[in-house]
């Protein structure tokens, strides 16, 4: 990275005296637009340098100053005269950070805790939760350190502690290994003598002079739980990845991801799909593929593409190029091994029909196991002792092996919630945005696993119950305002396993569903009789709007208003094995869950037997 | 790399040093680059010469990676379907569902390590590593 820094320095310098004019031009008059984008461009760009560095400090402060611009920049407030200053600071701070590398050509070793310092006078004082972060004499850098341990790039919370226990602590009876190992998630842990320099005979045995450095996989609030017992002796600071996690591994997960990239590219562009967009995705693809070895697939994509464009349709190169990656492995032998050498995948792509082929195979044998089990008892019947007690004995050992052969196959085609929830943020965003309304998705259990065949299948039923949620469910913000409830409303989207069940909820927080308006709109529509309406219980009542051509929605809108409504909901969820079930409070909002089989490979029973002979009946959803 | 015709790239970013970055990786992988200051030399540089793949930032004076995306892809031209990356120090999704929908082909979030960056361009252009 060294070759760099000499043009960092010199860049960064540039940069830093144009934000500092800028910065002053913007003094004096504080409505100069013009200036307020150069500022925060030079802001920008520096930051970008600090990463290219390796910076990671002097990056964060840099992004923390350039949020308020980018705040300031996208309202119509003037610069207030004190967010100048800071941010003059801020570059005060870089200046120095700058000289320190020009002589030493590294980046500063303390600039991590100078970094923190600035940050949290940009941000703004720190709330009642940091105060006790004031922090602790000694061990400087320790954080920094903590977050090099870290790394730029994570999943999840990381949260990193300093705890230096009261030196009285034994003699208080508090026992400061108890408390670090009630942390929770703890990944790492640092345990060093507050005072090195001390001899093991002049130390005192009586007094606690350890202090400790944790990173936990939690969120801070939770650390600070654990930690309440020892108010005044910790540092918590929860950390942020520098920047999103992304596919840093092998060339041909790169690939794999170009290859979707250029999916999502496609799939926005439209039904029509965008000329330019179609050819400049099919080119892409066509490239990552021959990098990956996949001629044939290749090959199809250049067809489907030439075929897209004819068509003015995306769909013919959406599909080949879901089967190219749906396709497992390199091609032929050579071009295996030329790409094994760049790097072996962990996780194997496997053609869906091959499973499912598997998951036949292994249904069979679930079913010639029972079969020997039904042979066992018929000799033991007939009292062949000593076969029937080794048939039994072999019959319970294949037994064992064959429902645990079941359940690893059928873990295959397992795929955790995830994969379609994590379509719905930015969905939800986007309708919301369109009805006027602010509303919050929250996404619970989304690591819960579900058949890849039901997973699949849910993301249309989901999206249309979420837009209901959003459209009709959720008031708005006046009328949430009347009803002493926050502005922005909530929707969360959960989750569980239940028994052999996948149970998948929608629930919001607005009006609930006016089943007073579901009766009569039932009886116009002529889906039931006026006194069976109103003989029905709420939660009856409640499950009308799932009935064949209901409609709540008052005004048609552009969103769900298309007359398909609930019932297609429910269509799709049954042809999976699942049921609906509606739950509305008025005022309170309206909870949707699906309740769908884990798998749909496994199908229940029901055996009867008629004169000595077993029938087994299959229950196939209608 | 054994090509006789060099793969040729386009780099558009407003900030010197990250061109440089990304120009010493490019050129290790034996790709020929070309830089431009912002979206506006960055469509005037399509014009002239044939290029292989362009890597844009978004933040930039004058005319904006945006901008530049939505006008090259407007045009049912040859040059439109050139494979274009994007770089940005902008990770939120909303800043990546708008590059896309202006025809970006991928959107990577710097910093980039100079090895990912010339894997992504080497893949973007059939090149095995």
Redesign the interface.
Known sequence: MNEFVEQFLIESRELVGQAIDDLLALEENPSDRERLDSAFRAFHTLKGAAGIVDFAAMARTLHAAEDILAAIRSSEDLIATNVLEECLACLDLTSRWLDEMQTSGEAPTNAGSEADDMIARLVGAPDADERENTPLPGNEGWLERAREVAGQHFDGPRTAVRYVPDPEAFLQGSDPMAIVAALPQLLKIEIALTNSAVSLDSMDTFSCGIEIIALLGAPAVDVRAALTSVPGRTEIHELSPLIVTQAENDFQSKAISLLEAQLLLLRGAGVGGIPSHVASAGRTAVNALVVLGKSEPAKNVERATARAQAEHSAIPLIKAIEQALAVGGPNNREEQDASSQIQAPRALRVDMNRIDALVKLTGELVVLKNAIGHAARLSSENKESALSATLREQHTLFDRLATELQAAVLRIRVLPLRTVFRRFPRLVREISGTVGKTVRLVTEGEGTEADTAIVDALFEPLLHILRNAVDHGIESPERRAAAGKPAMGTVILRGRRDADSVVIEVEDDGGGIDLTRVRSIAAERGIAELAVLEAMTDNEAADLIFAPGFSTAAAVTDLSGRGIGMNAVRTAVERLGGRVEVQTQSGAGTTIALYMPFSLMVTRVMTVEVAGQVFGLLSIPS | MTDVVKKRILIVD?????R??YR?ALEERGFEVEEALNGLEGLEKILLRAFDLVIVDI?M?QMDGITFLRI?????LPV?????LVTS?E?G??DM?TA??A?????????I?QD?LA??A????????
Do not use: W
Request: aromatic share 8%.
């Open positions: 407003d900030a010197a040093l990250v440089t970055y010493s933040n004076p090259l892809r407007a045009k049912e439109s379907a050139l494979p274009v120090t990770a999704p909303q569902a896309r929908s025809g970006a082909n991928h959107y990577l979030v710097k910093p390590k990912a894997d992504y080497a893949i973007f252009c059939g090149l095995r590593r």
